[in-house]
């Protein structure tokens, strides 16, 4: 009954699950991570990389706030896997089960389903007010 119903109107229905998939993923990342302490780490980045354009000429300066910039960019990505775990499992399970359905009927599934998880975690990042 539900795949009849998704196989359809694939395009709109892959859209949906997309945007459906990434909404879950937005909340989990969000509830589950520091927010606060990232988006300080992004202004501190952000502040270091205008550092970095100013002393140009000086390597010794340019190789400390490039190892600070590679120290944040650490805790960033540390800071992303306990969302990425929570979530990798059923994510590919449904996945597959998207594969199983489309690849049939819509070949070039996998673009619509990219696209639409592209625009639609832009859209959930910044109406959750995400770092």
Known sequence: MVIELLQQNPKISIIIIAAIVTLISSLVTK??????????????????????????GDVCKMKEIQSEMLQITA???????????????????????????????????????????????????KWLKMA
């Open 75 to 125: 805790v960033m990505m540390k800071s992303s896997f306990k969302p990425m775990f929570v979530t990798l499992i059923p994510f590919l399970m449904i996945f597959y089960w998207i594969r199983n359905i489309y690849n049939p009927i819509l070949p070039s599934w996998f673009w619509y389903y990219l696209a639409a998880g592209i625009v639609s975690s832009i859209i959930f990042r």
């Open 31 to 56: 509830f589950l991570t520091d927010q606060e302490h990232l988006k300080n780490l992004k202004a501190r980045q952000k502040k270091l990389q205008e550092e970095l354009k100013t002393c140009k």
